[in-house]
């Protein structure tokens, strides 16, 4: 368990590695800095002791090594558009953002597992020819488009959620929380299900195919002969052995969430770090670019790591392969 462990920890390191290099290559092929700190007017020798400043001038070997010691310290200079440190605008941002794909992944999770086990078990019943048709909807539309649609309906129409923005904050002093209030509940409700809603369905259908198979097999026959309850056969037995499929699913959706929470903070200017990349990307803001994606790549990173651990968890063939 141990080795295992300790493989998949090196495994992450060379990714983030990886990361670092993609991410360290922005500010020497994304535009100059220097052009996008001071005006036209500044002077050659102005725009020289800038570049010096940066430490520009040294060798990509020099260069590289500081980014990366830097990025392990969590500091990733100052934002050419705002002049902070760019640590400080992602730990602003971030209690919305990990909020937003809090709620969404509980929404994925709870509707997407309790209706694929339901259409899993009663396949032929209406109710589950209707959510199968539905679930369409969250796979084939795209997300501006049913944000959009979500807007119409509940905030233009029936006016009974907002539109856009984030209110109802609480300062915790260490955190920003909109789940404490009502009005945060109803500004966060529209994002979390637009962004929830393809999640859901992937999870949906993947839990459905993977009931359909277990309940066709041998050892689920036998739990029946044995008299135990439906209950106990369907939740106790055929359930769990579809969670090492359904982990690998959710784990990968949770990192989905957060990267493709860019498209649903913009739709509903949710003041996350999804809406600050795409204004860094507006004003070519280097440093948040680079910073945002060492902050995804993390993000995949340690999901997936803890995903292969419950892997381990769950399934003692695993534990035992990799023993």
Do not use: C
Request: zero cysteines.
């Amino acid at each position: 368990m141990v080795a295992f462990i300790l493989r998949r920890l090196m495994q992450s390191l060379l990714v983030m590695l990886a990361v670092s290099a993609v991410s360290f290559s922005l500010f020497n092929f994304v535009g100059d800095p220097v052009n996008n700190m001071v005006g036209q007017d500044a002077t050659r020798e102005q725009r020289q002791q800038i570049r010096v400043e940066l430490g520009l001038e040294d060798p990509i070997l020099v260069q590289y090594s500081r980014f990366v010691g830097n990025m392990v310290q969590g500091e990733f200079g100052v934002s050419y558009r705002i002049r902070r440190p760019v640590e400080d605008l992602i730990m602003e941002r971030l209690p919305a953002t990990l909020e937003l794909v809090f709620v969404s992944a509980i929404l994925a999770m709870g509707f997407g597992i309790a209706a694929g086990v339901y259409t899993g078990i009663r396949r032929n019943s209406w109710l589950s020819r209707v959510l199968l048709s539905t679930s369409l909807v969250g796979v084939s539309l795209p997300t501006f488009i049913i944000g959009i649609g979500l807007i119409y309906l509940f905030a233009v129409h029936l006016r009974i959620l907002p539109s856009s923005g984030r209110s109802g904050t609480v300062d915790l002093g260490w955190w920003k929380t909109s789940l404490l209030t009502r009005e945060g509940w109803a500004s966060i409700l529209l994002p979390a299900i637009t962004l929830s809603l393809f999640q859901a369905t992937m999870i949906l259908r993947l839990v459905r195919a993977e009931m359909m198979e277990v309940m066709r097999t041998d050892f689920i026959k036998f739990a029946r002969a044995r008299g135990l309850s439906e209950r106990a056969v369907n939740f106790g037995h055929a359930l769990k052995n579809t969670l090492v499929p359904v982990i690998t699913i959710i784990g990968l959706n949770i990192g989905n969430l957060i990267a493709f929470s860019v498209i649903t903070e913009t739709v509903f200017q949710w003041p996350g770090t999804g809406l600050m990349f795409i204004q860094s990307v507006d004003f070519v803001d280097v440093p948040i670019m680079s910073a945002y994606l060492v902050f995804v790549a993390l993000m995949f990173v340690i999901i997936n790591l803890v995903v292969d651990i419950l892997y381990v968890a769950i399934d003692p063939r695993i534990r035992i392969g990799s023993a």
